[in-house]
């Protein structure tokens, strides 16, 4: 554990050390901001469709934080060769693995608290904070799925050579996911032959991120979640994050290092 | 006695760049043993195979063949590496933290903290002359200041055995003469450093013993006086003879 936390500790420290993470934090407050001072619907309509834009703008730059932050770690550490010096110490690849999963996920859950103080202070600003509650909910399940993202690209950085092919191909699966992952039952019911089962497969087999996607109820203010569901999602992801990890250190552990 | 540091006919090859290539070998039987309290000397030119070999020590490529073994136990376990310091070449650490900071990080992997880990953090930044730059982060560094930062993080768990690869590449002649000065002292501590390097003329006045290998071949191993003795020549000389150059020893 002390180990995990020692690296973790490094790829935060990076994080809040280089300046891209807070070029998207701006662009996403003064588009915010921007959309907010001019009044050009209806008060609720307003409201909702600024809600929309901001929630949106806060998926897409965490995605972006942490799919490039996770991309980058253990490419970096070859380039630079520091993971030369690290594997000498009593370190395991495992650890690496692990270390930097951690680092990246606690970086992006930072970021993420960050967002979503913004989002509540626009609403309030607004005089529409809608609930707290479920504020909280959102932001728990939302990074939750970044977990599960995270170790992707991670696992990804082991599979692809170049980290910009890597975050490619994880944003691609990623938004495919969200936007489609929950219709592939009912695409799968529509096409017979290989081609549906296949979509079944898929079906069962992906991780259903699209799920951790609270946005529509923060946006038409419905009620919290109850805590079964929520309790679920959180499981459901940490065995996909789980799983994925595994896999990464199974490529890891028989790669050669060579200089 | 059984040696800190042995390899039993090792044999390294990296796969073709190329489909239907055959594999390039880069480490071929070698067979090496390093006693305790020695400072030995590895040597060879450019792609002799120094690195490949000591990669193979720190378990970050697997032999193709052959076994090696750090105080008696197999490189395959990494239980072999508690005790030793290792000294990349060419590394570039941590760009966005401190001298200071990458020492605690190192020091944390040995579950070092605190007071302790602060008093060696302090010792090492003056070893190696860092003090006044300890707070600024290594974007700012040169690359003998990099490399310093490398000698102090191979000696921050204070080990029995230290592998450095090139320690004194990239720094001036006084930093080349503070790390002849560490090598003797670490060998006074009862130490042992197996190290690479092409600076022929400190090879010979740090060295017990020295091994020249070439084109992954292990080409002679012995005392550095004897082999001066036995072939009237200085070290420098020896290896060009050994090496093969042609024009070797003619001046
Ligand atoms: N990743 C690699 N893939 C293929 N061949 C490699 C690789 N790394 C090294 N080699 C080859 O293996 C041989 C030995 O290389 P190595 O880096 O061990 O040499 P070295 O003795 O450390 O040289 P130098 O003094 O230049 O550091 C060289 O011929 C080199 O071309
Ligand atoms: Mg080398």
């Known amino acids: 554990m002390r180990t995990l936390l020692a690296l973790a500790w490094v790829v935060i420290k990076e994080l809040y050390r280089r300046k891209d993470f807070y070029v998207l934090f701006v662009l996403t407050a003064l588009i915010t901001l921007v959309l907010g001072s001019v009044n050009f619907f209806e008060d609720t309509l307003m409201v909702r469709y600024l809600r929309e834009v901001t929630l949106l703008l806060i998926w897409v730059s965490a995605l972006v934080i942490a799919v490039v932050t996770a991309a ?41 608290a960050l967002f979503y103080g913004f989002y509540l202070v626009v609403g309030a600003w607004k ?7 479920l504020g909280l909910q959102a932001f728990w399940l939302h990074w939750m799925m970044l977990a599960v993202v995270v170790a992707l690209a991670i696992l990804g950085s082991l599979l692809f050579s170049a980290p910009s092919v890597n975050s490619t191909i994880c944003f691609v699966v990623v938004t495919g996911i969200l936007l489609l992952a929950g219709h592939l039952n009912t695409l799968a019911a529509a ?21 951790f996607d609270v946005r529509d109820l923060m946006i038409h203010e419905h009620p919290p979640v109850p805590l079964g569901p929520l309790v679920i999602a959180t499981l459901y992801a940490a065995v996909y994050a789980a799983l994925l990890l595994v896999a990464a250190w199974w490529v890891f552990r028989r790669k050669p290092l060579s200089t | 006695m059984e040696p800190i540091l042995r390899t039993d006919r090792l044999r390294v090859e990296y796969p073709p760049s190329r489909r239907g290539d055959p ?53 395959r376990n990494p239980i072999a590496r508690q005790r030793i310091g290792y000294l990349p070449e060419l590394t570039y650490y941590y760009r966005f933290l401190t001298a200071e900071e990458i020492l605690r990080f190192y020091a944390r992997l040995f579950g070092l903290n605190g007071v302790e880990a602060e008093r060696r953090i302090d010792r090492l930044l003056k070893l190696v002359e860092l003090e006044h730059a300890r707070n600024r982060q290594l974007k700012h560094y040169s690359k003998g200041m990099q490399q310093r930062v490398g000698l102090a993080q191979a000696l921050i768990n204070d080990p029995d055995l230290l592998i450095l690869d090139e320690p004194t590449s990239g720094l001036d002649p006084l930093g ?43 080409k002679v191993v012995g005392r550095v006086d004897e082999l001066v003795r036995t072939h009237q020549a200085n070290l420098e000389q020896v290896f060009l003879k050994i090496i093969g150059y042609p024009t070797c020893l003619a001046a």
């Open chain 1, 72 to 112: 980058r770690q253990i490419p970096a550490e070859r380039e630079s060769r520091t993971i030369f010096p690290l594997l000498a110490k009593p370190v395991t690849r495992g650890q690496v693995v692990l270390g930097k999963f951690l680092g990246v996920w606690l970086a992006s859950g930072l970021a993420l």
């Open chain 1, 127 to 133: 005089a529409a904070s809608g609930s707290l509650a």
């Open chain 1, 191 to 211: 096409q017979p032959g290989p081609g549906g089962a296949l979509m079944y497969g898929l079906y069962f087999a992906l991780p259903h991120l699209e799920l």
């Open chain 2, 23 to 75: 594999p390039k070998v880069a480490v071929k039987d070698l067979s090496l043993e390093v006693r305790q309290g020695e400072v030995f000397g590895f040597l060879g030119p450019n792609g002799a195979g120094k690195t490949t070999t000591m990669s193979v020590l720190l378990g970050f490529l697997a032999p193709t063949a052959g076994e090696a073994y750090l105080f008696g136990v197999n490189v």
């Open chain 2, 176 to 218: 080349r003469m503070k790390v002849r000065e560490i090598i003797q002292r670490l060998k006074q501590e009862g130490k042992t450093v197996f190290f690479s390097s092409h600076e022929l003329g400190e090879v010979e006045t740090v060295c017990d013993r020295v091994a020249i290998v070439h084109q992954g071949e292990l």
